[in-house]
């Protein structure tokens, strides 16, 4: 058996009792059943298993559990401020009809919320390029630009 993995997710403590060379985003959604990171492409292409790992998105089915050991991870469950309000991403993504399926809304909100953590006042080109590698087949990324750009006056 392979020696436990420490890690944090969505701020607990968790000792991962799996193969290093588990996929993150397998450990996620089979042994923490946080099902938000979604598996589309196996990889790396559509950003819909997208997490953040030490504050920085990272596509979790390129991604092995060994390598983040010790590491914070947050997942789209882990953004929603302890009152159960919206976090501001989501917000504008609601109000900016910024999702349609829902199926890569996990993984633009994380993206988006990196992107602006890096660069708080992003233009909506840089926004566009910030999110270049988050495919989404329904909305034509028009509200999702226009979601993020919202979103990034409330989180300033």
Same mark, same amino acid.
């Given at each position: ?14 000792? &991962? ?6 996929? %993150?985003? $397998?450990?996620?959604? !089979?042994?923490?059943? =946080?099902?938000?990171? +979604? ?10 298993? *997208? ?6 998105? $990272?596509?979790?089915?390129?991604? %092995? #559990?060994?390598?983040?050991?010790? !590491? !914070? ?10 009152? /159960?309000? %919206? +976090? ?8 900016? +009809? ?6 890569? *809304?996990? /993984?633009?909100?994380?993206? &988006?919320?990196? =992107? =602006? *953590?890096? +660069? ?5 080109? !840089?926004?566009? &390029? /910030? #999110? ?21 006056? &409330?989180?300033?």
């Amino acid at each position: 058996m392979s020696p436990p993995i420490p890690l944090s997710v969505n701020g607990k403590s968790v000792t &991962a009792e799996a193969d290093p060379d588990t996929l %993150l985003v $397998v450990f996620l959604r !089979e042994h923490l059943r =946080l099902t938000g990171a +979604h598996v589309g492409c196996d990889t790396a292409s559509c950003g819909a298993c *997208t997490v953040l790992v030490g504050g920085r998105a $990272v596509k979790s089915c390129n991604v %092995l #559990l060994g390598q983040v050991s010790g !590491e !914070e991870i947050t997942t789209i469950e882990g953004i929603t401020p302890g009152d /159960g309000s %919206l +976090h501001p991403m989501q917000a504008a993504f609601k109000a900016c +009809h910024g999702l349609q399926c829902g199926f890569c *809304t996990p /993984g633009m909100i994380l993206s &988006a919320i990196d =992107l =602006l *953590t890096r +660069h708080p006042r992003a233009t909506r080109e !840089e926004i566009r &390029a /910030g #999110l270049e590698g988050n495919l989404c087949r329904c909305t034509g990324y028009h509200n999702i630009v226009a979601a993020v750009a919202q979103a990034a006056q &409330a989180m300033r």
